[in-house]
């Protein structure tokens, strides 16, 4: 098999909660249980939410918990990148604000159905705002694109026209989508094996179709879990959950949050060990198939 290159790609918006170093160890455990790479790469593309002090304190984090990665990359020193792949694609620009798309979806038939609404394609043959600063749309192709989740055996198919829409890789303020620049990413640091969270699932037909256009392969998916509270409630950096910084400079053993963490995804471990120590435990647990 040939090797495997895998990933943590962390948003620096604030400090790692325990949900996301879980997601970063079982990224980093899938990476080295592969004997392969591992990269750590922020996500920093939407300025506004990004904290200058969120990228050290993720190093630290990860560092503390015994988790180590081959090279870094940082998405706003990447810009050109992105820019190339977005002059590949039949695109065109959209000066619609928000409230202009949600007005037109509900006046037309299919009112959104939970996340974001389908846009319309008011901007299709040419911007009703020319004035407005404007964003740059994907002409999505009629495809019906399919993606598979190795872990889980799931398939997911959407059909691009009619269930996403023509949709934003550069926003009115310049900032690239984050769905084209992960795509841009994986590709060019030759990632071939993506563990995250599954709220991301939903969002990785589209990712595909990306690649497809792109003539980009497509890496194995592995979503995984996310971690939830007492009350089954999902763990979010603005939801007060625990930062693992409060851990680490409270002076906790982080083989004790390590192995909580291994706990948590019923794994049966002593209540503490080095991570590295996960790493059988994480190759037995793979297919045969996949050794
Ligand atoms: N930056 C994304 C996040 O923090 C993860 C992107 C990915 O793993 O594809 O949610
Ligand atoms: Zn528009």
Redesign the pocket.
């Known amino acids: 098999m040939s090797e495997v290159v895998g990933r943590f790609a962390p948003s620096p918006t604030g400090a790692m909660h325990l949900g996301n170093a879980r997601t970063a160890l079982l990224a980093w455990l899938h990476s080295r249980a592969h004997g392969g790479r591992h990269l750590l790469r922020f996500e920093d593309l939407d300025t506004g939410r990004v904290r200058d002090w969120a990228y050290d304190c993720t190093r630290r984090d990860l560092a503390w918990l015994g988790l180590d990665w081959d090279a870094e990359f940082i998405q706003s020193q990447r810009l050109d990148c992105y820019a190339d792949a977005v002059a590949r694609l039949d695109t065109y ?4 604000t928000r409230r ?2 949600l007005a037109a979806v509900q006046d037309s038939a299919g009112a959104p159905h939970g996340e974001e609404p389908v ?1 319309p ?4 043959n040419g ?2 705002n020319p004035e407005r600063p404007a ?1 740059t ?1 994907w002409r999505v192709p009629d495809w019906n694109v399919c993606a598979h989740d190795a872990g889980t055996g799931e398939t997911l198919c959407q059909h691009l026209v009619s269930e996403i829409g023509d949709f934003v890789l550069r926003r009115n303020d310049g900032a690239y989508a984050y769905h084209l620049a992960v795509v841009v990413d994986d590709a060019l640091m030759n990632v071939t094996d993506i563990v995250r969270g599954v709220d991301l699932w939903p969002a990785t037909p589209r990712q595909v179709a990306l690649q497809q256009a792109l003539d980009y392969p497509t890496p194995r998916y592995f979503h995984v879990p996310l971690m939830t509270d007492f009350n089954g409630e999902r763990l979010a950096k603005r939801g007060g959950a625990p930062p693992v910084r409060d851990f680490r400079e409270g002076g906790q053993n982080p083989r004790r949050i390590v192995a909580q963490l291994a706990r948590s995804l019923g794994w049966d471990v002593p209540d503490e060990l080095p991570a590295a120590d996960l790493i059988p435990v994480y190759r037995a647990r793979l297919p045969s198939t996949d050794h």
């Open positions: 620009p959209c000066t619609c202009e798309v846009y394609g008011t901007c299709r911007t009703v964003a749309r």
